[in-house]
């Protein structure tokens, strides 16, 4: 667990696989925009550092974090991509909504994993409060997107051996 003062979203550009020749599908949930587009820009700044060309990062809107799991499956059947990066933000609220569309979202991005030959990455916030959420999309605790974009290099690399 992250501790108040931590920022997970330092990297090393050098220890990555150079993006220059890979093709990245981005998935963005409209509801939640303030983060979701925070999340989009940690994402796309840390692939352009790391040698991607910004032609090669698609970027698809759906609706919510619910919608994720089609975007993302439609990505994988039409496009030539070498991975796929999923970004939402669910903030718990006072009903069980909260849990089935985590539930639901994680589930999804599972079942693509296992179903496509291409990884999809899993960036999307589940937090108790906006405040939270703020933290780790650009915030105190740096930007998840940042480490989804990490994520995906490491799983092309894997990907490719």
């Not at 937090?127 to 995906?152: C, F, M």
Request: with cysteine; charged share 20%; proline share 2%.
């Amino acid at each position: 667990m992250a501790t108040a003062n931590t920022n997970l979203s330092n990297y090393d550009n050098t220890q990555l696989p150079n993006a220059k020749n890979f093709k990245f599908g981005v998935v963005v949930s409209e509801w939640n925009d303030k983060i979701t587009n925070g999340l989009y820009q940690g994402v796309f700044e840390t692939l352009i550092d790391c040698g991607a060309l910004p032609e090669n990062i698609i970027r698809w809107d759906v609706p919510g974090s619910f919608e994720l799991v089609f975007g993302a499956k439609k990505m994988h059947q039409t496009l030539q991509l070498d991975a796929v990066i999923t970004i939402g933000c669910v903030i718990k609220g006072e009903t069980m909504h909260f849990e089935f569309v985590c539930e639901g979202v994680t589930q999804g991005i599972k079942d693509l994993n296992v179903k496509f030959d291409i990884p999809t990455i899993f960036c999307v916030l589940t937090d108790n409060t906006e405040q939270q959420s703020i933290d780790r999309s650009g915030g105190l605790h740096g930007n998840k997107g940042v480490e989804a974009a990490v994520a995906a290099l490491k799983m092309i690399a894997l990907n490719t051996k």
